[in-house]
């Protein structure tokens, strides 16, 4: 296939002949493919193309659930019925102490203030010795 050029030679591949043809039609203000006001915007060019069939333009189906035993299901809920679970009293958020760990909290503070209160007499009664000599 032969195509002509602006000049009027004759040009043995097309694509030398269209780039020529584009790079004339440029150089003089008039491009020769089809015009428009502005660049062509997402939705203009997706309107220029071909359309979605019916099966493309659907959402995809959700998977499918598979049914299983009900045991199976079920086997990784706590039984409540085991040794390690254990329960409170209705009044455990009004009780004072509420876990083991509070209550060894509560007992060591205790232990350091009594050993506190002993180390202050202890002083007071050698500082009342040191200044009864």
Known sequence: MTLSSPSGSISPEP?????TTLQT?????????QSHA????YAAAAAKGPKQTP????????PEVAVTDSAASTSSLVDVDMPSVH????DFLEQEIQT?????????????????????KKAASKARRADSW
Request: glycine fraction near 4%.
């Open 87 to 90: 329960t409170v009293p209705n």
């Open 25 to 33: 039609s440029v150089i003089n203000g008039h491009p020769s493919t």
């Open 55 to 62: 099966e493309e333009a659907a959402a995809p189906q959700p």
């Open 15 to 19: 694509w030398v002949a269209a780039r």
């Open 38 to 41: 502005g660049p062509l915007s």
């Open 100 to 120: 083991e760990t509070q209550a060894d909290r509560r007992d060591r503070e205790e232990k350091a203030r009594a050993e506190a209160d002993l180390a202050k």
